[in-house]
């Protein structure tokens, strides 16, 4: 099975902070990689797709790079209501594997 | 407007079954692949099954030979029969459009315990 690993596990950040995510896969993976949002309670949410496209409605402050093994999320201008876990999925052979997440919280 | 409304869940003894469904409007089931992902209270994501347009199913390793997908297609509707259940399948489980789910039902509570 492919390994995520995520960076880091959690991350106190404040209003209109740039903040990165960092979701790393135990071998290549192409551009086979998700990235999805989860507030507590509430279903995940898919943010990116592609590694780097964004869906379709989700604002334009949240970017998806990279290829291969190191991928990254980026939330240009921290919003509160971008407070919430992220999870990384590959879906490039199976099984999928999500990473084990990253909480934001406010500063 | 896509939607997905999983239904089903509850308490259940270990070794007992259960068949989640998920009912889907704004799309056509059998043209798309479904998935399950469950999460267990307080912890992370983890896939668990998925079915193709064509038909072919895959599953995780942790519940092949227990867990089965199907659909019907006349109801539009995506089930997870689950069986011989386990006090470590005890989540939350979604049922997602697409493999990597653009679209997420709000989930269905399963408790295994005596």
């Known amino acids: 099975d492919i390994q995520m690993t995520q960076s880091p596990s959690s991350l106190s950040a404040s209003v209109g902070d740039r903040v990165t995510i960092t979701c790393r896969a135990s071998?290549?993976?192409?551009?086979?990689l998700g990235w999805y949002q989860q507030k507590p309670g509430k279903a995940p949410k898919r943010l990116i797709y592609a590694a780097s496209s964004l869906q379709s409605g989700v604002p334009s402050r949240f970017s998806g790079s990279g290829s291969g093994t190191e991928f990254t999320l980026t939330i240009s201008s921290l919003q509160p209501e971008d407070f919430a876990t992220y999870y990384c999925l590959q879906h490039n052979s199976y099984p999928p594997t999500f990473g084990p997440g990253t909480k934001v919280d406010i500063k | 407007e896509v939607q997905l409304v999983e239904s089903g869940g509850g308490l259940v003894q270990p070794g007992g079954s259960l068949r989640l469904s998920c009912a889907a409007s704004?799309?056509?089931?059998?043209?798309?692949?479904m998935s399950w992902v469950r999460q267990a209270p307080g912890k992370g994501l983890e896939w668990v099954s998925v079915i193709y347009s064509g038909g072919s199913t895959y599953y995780a390793d942790s519940v092949k030979g227990r867990f089965t997908i199907s659909r019907d297609n006349s109801k539009n509707t995506l089930y997870l029969q689950m069986n011989s259940l386990r006090a470590e399948d005890t989540a939350v489980y979604y049922c997602?459009?697409?493999?990597?789910?653009?679209?997420w039902g709000q989930g269905t509570l399963v408790t295994v315990s005596s």
């Open positions: 071998q290549g993976i192409r551009n086979d």
């Open positions: 704004g799309f056509t089931v059998s043209s798309n692949y």
């Open positions: 997602a459009r697409g493999m990597i789910g653009d679209y």
